[in-house]
């Protein structure tokens, strides 16, 4: 049996109040009745603790087994308070910053200086050639682990030339920026680089030649696998 998704536990403002110093906080979402729906920053808390049945979890493996859901919000909720934390101090006067109520905007105490959290754009893509489907291997992944392409968006750059760059980089495959079809975009919250904010573009590309390409410094193992008969069942 498949194993049952993780759920957020949401708790009452006061008990968390009660748990330790509230440092920072942002503002998720408020629903029809309007009842608002914080994330609150209790890091360095030594009182933060299991609340029985539910469990505390470390981000990165938590944010795998959570519902859809529950992972956006925490994705969003971590990437918001990661930017609080790294924005305490203005960049053009190093004077301290003042944040809105939301958490989502702030602006300097003294040059008035306004800042908003950022995405980073990245492109993910997937290479076809018939049924099959090719994908990499980083040096970093554990186990058996494999992944489709990506790569960040460089300034001055669209969709297709960053797909395009991102491909000959990895996999030293030249294609056209008309074989790059998009196909969907996606939220992520950069759980590797300390939560920064990103912007997954999802893209397409057909190859006409299904021979692997040979692995480059950036991607170890190159394969193409049965997209329907193994990624699918997988």
């Known amino acids: 049996d498949k194993r049952k998704p993780d759920e957020l536990l949401r708790v009452p403002y006061g008990d968390v109040g009660g748990k330790g110093t509230i440092t ?20 360095g808390n030594s009182q933060v603790d299991d609340l ?19 992972s956006t919000v925490a994705t969003t909720a971590l990437s918001l308070l990661s930017w609080q934390r790294g924005n305490v101090y203005c960049g053009r006067c190093a004077n301290p910053m003042i944040y809105h109520s939301s958490g989502r ?36 992944f554990p186990g058996r682990m494999f992944s489709a392409l990506a790569g960040f968006i460089d300034v001055g750059e669209d969709i297709e030339t960053a797909v395009v760059r991102e491909i000959n980089e990895e996999v030293g495959i030249s294609v ?5 079809r998009y196909v969907t975009s996606q939220f992520w919250g950069g759980y ?8 997954m573009v999802g893209c397409e590309v057909a190859l006409s030649n299904c021979t692997p390409p040979t692995p480059t410094e950036e ?15 997988s």
């Open 105 to 140: 905007s702030a602006k300097c105490t003294t040059c008035k200086t306004s800042l908003f959290p950022r995405y980073n754009p990245v492109v993910i893509m997937i290479l076809t050639c018939g049924d099959r489907v090719l994908l990499g291997r980083s040096k970093r």
């Open 24 to 43: 920072r906080s942002v503002l998720l979402d408020v629903d029809l009745e309007g009842k608002a729906l914080f994330a609150v920053d209790l890091s």
């Open 52 to 70: 029985p049945p539910h469990k505390l979890l470390p981000p990165r493996p938590a944010l795998f087994t959570l519902r859809p859901p529950d």
């Open 192 to 199: 590797i680089r300390g939560f920064s904010p990103e912007l």
């Open 176 to 180: 056209s920026r008309e074989a790059v």
């Open 219 to 233: 991607i170890e193992v190159v394969g193409l696998l049965l997209l329907r008969n193994h990624i699918t069942r």
